[in-house]
């Protein structure tokens, strides 16, 4: 009876939740800062496709790519595996071989890491004036505790 591949394994065209969080990170900070695929491709040596595959996680990231990302983006490594879900991170085969692992639910990005929620950020830190952001801060709580 042959084996079966890992479900996640190396090679099996299949992103890894793992790989996947880490390149949202990537993205994620990439878009903070206002960076461009070919800004961080530039920057890394690498072409905007490399980084657009490092992202989507269809390309794991070695250490020493993590290393020069991290440099980069101006972050720590750790960075790049905060907030993981707990069944992210539970699928990794050091974790199931101490008998840990948990199904995978369907694997949902939190609101940090949309699009939206970076693009509003970013336009909110560019109001230079404090009182008005302060006062764009006030109306967004109240609206969302109001549920307009």
Known sequence: MAKSKPRFAHGTRRPSPVDMHTGERVWQRRKLLGMTQTDLGDALGLTFQQVQKYERGANRIGAGRLYDLA??????????????????????????????????????????????????????????????????????????????
Do not use: C, H, N
């Open 71 to 148: 440099r980069v983006l101006d972050v720590s490594i750790d960075y790049f595996f905060e907030d993981m879900p707990t069944a992210v991170a539970a699928i990794s085969p050091a974790t199931k071989r101490r008998g840990k692992a948990k199904k995978l639910p369907g694997y949902e990005p939190d609101l940090l890491v949309k699009r939206e929620t970076l693009e509003l950020v970013r336009a909110y830190y560019e109001i230079e004036d404090a009182e008005v952001r302060k006062g764009v801060y006030q109306l967004t709580k109240a609206m969302g505790a109001a549920g307009v």
